[in-house]
């Protein structure tokens, strides 16, 4: 019997309607189109609206798209698990509320948060199941609601992040198509750079911290960014070497959509043309657990079965990591 590997069999994305384009950010903030375009590489994001609209919104309409797509019965799915920080409360998780949703009342479900790096772990994590043979089916979401937590009144901040997400089917594969390897890391140091200051039980919701504003994503930018652009080069370049793959070898990197310059460095890192980047962070920004998936959707049609994909991504905490995949179908 050949080994069971974890191979994605659909891939779904899902948006909401209104854009925040960065003409409009002029009015709220100072900045201008230029400075966000050259610093980020973002044009516009999409934003959430609507009374009592959380992240399940954008996870569930992921899911429904896959399940339709892939031809599955809901009843079929063994397992959700939902890569977000920006979960629709603190409990049940957002997973528990798509599985019911969707009609999955035959799968266990939870939430996973890694930040930016969340949904790579999510997919580690659920292949886990499908090559022990434990399940049969699994589906993997990232998605984030982030304008819930970004201050837009903080320019550094309100012009780099969007709403949206995506999901992914996987099954078991016989043939070698599916995860073959993966490299995740993390390092708690970074916590002072990239975090919410308040909302967590270190420090609970109280006049104070409303009025201090700490229930938004606090960002130091540059720190950040110098260990962005190190670690997630370094890491795919890390899973290349490991599994003995030249950039000639690489059909697709699917970086982490965070900024334009992260991007780049680590295709030049991988020696991967531009070409071979997917890239959507001009349309989205960074959606933090959405933005791979996102990629996968929108490249589907473009990627063959047999296509080495590399997906790689850095988060705050520090979260960063990288997964190696051999695309099991043509769409």
Excluded at 76 to 89: K, N, R
Excluded at 149 to 162: A, K, L, S
Aim: overall charge negative; some cysteine.
């Amino acid at each position: 019997m050949n080994k069971i590997t974890a191979a994605i069999t659909g891939v779904h994305g899902w948006v909401p309607d209104y854009v925040l384009t960065n003409k409009e950010l002029e009015t709220m903030v100072d900045t201008n189109d230029e400075w966000i375009t050259s610093r980020t590489g973002i044009k516009e994001r999409r934003i959430l609206k609507g009374e009592d609209q959380g992240t399940s919104v954008i996870g569930t309409q992921a899911v429904k798209g896959l399940l339709e797509k892939t031809n599955t019965d809901p009843k079929e799915v063994d397992l959700i698990i939902c890569a977000t920080t920006t979960a629709d409360m603190l409990f049940p998780a957002t997973a528990n509320i798509i599985s019911n949703n969707v009609g999955a009342t035959n799968a266990f479900s939870y939430d996973l948060q890694a930040a930016c790096s969340g949904f790579l772990y999510a997919v580690a994590t659920g292949s886990q199941f499908i090559e022990t043979g434990k399940y049969k089916k699994v589906i993997v979401v990232g998605a984030d609601k982030m304008s819930s937590i970004i201050d837009y009144q903080d320019r550094q901040t309100c012009i780099i992040f969007g709403d949206g997400g995506g999901a992914i089917m996987l099954e078991p594969n016989e043939e070698g198509y599916g995860v073959v390897d993966s490299i995740l890391r993390s390092d708690g140091s970074g916590e002072p750079f990239l975090h919410m200051k308040a909302g967590g039980s270190r420090r609970p919701a109280s006049p104070e911290t409303l009025a201090a504003r700490e229930h938004y994503v606090y960002q130091e930018g540059s720190q950040v960014f110098k260990f962005a652009v190190t670690n997630m080069a370094e890491v795919a370049a890390e899973i290349m070497e490991k599994n003995n793959l030249v950039a000639d070898d690489v059909a697709w990197l699917v970086p982490h959509q965070a900024n334009k310059r992260i991007i780049d460095a680590t295709a030049n890192r991988m020696g991967v043309s531009s070409d071979k980047v997917m890239l959507n962070i001009h349309k989205y920004g960074n959606t933090t657990s959405g933005t791979i998936p996102l990629c996968l959707w929108e490249y589907e049609k473009q990627m063959k079965k047999g296509d080495n994909i590399v997906l790689a991504a850095f988060g705050g905490g520090f979260t960063w990591g990288s997964i190696y995949i051999k695309w099991a179908y043509d769409s």
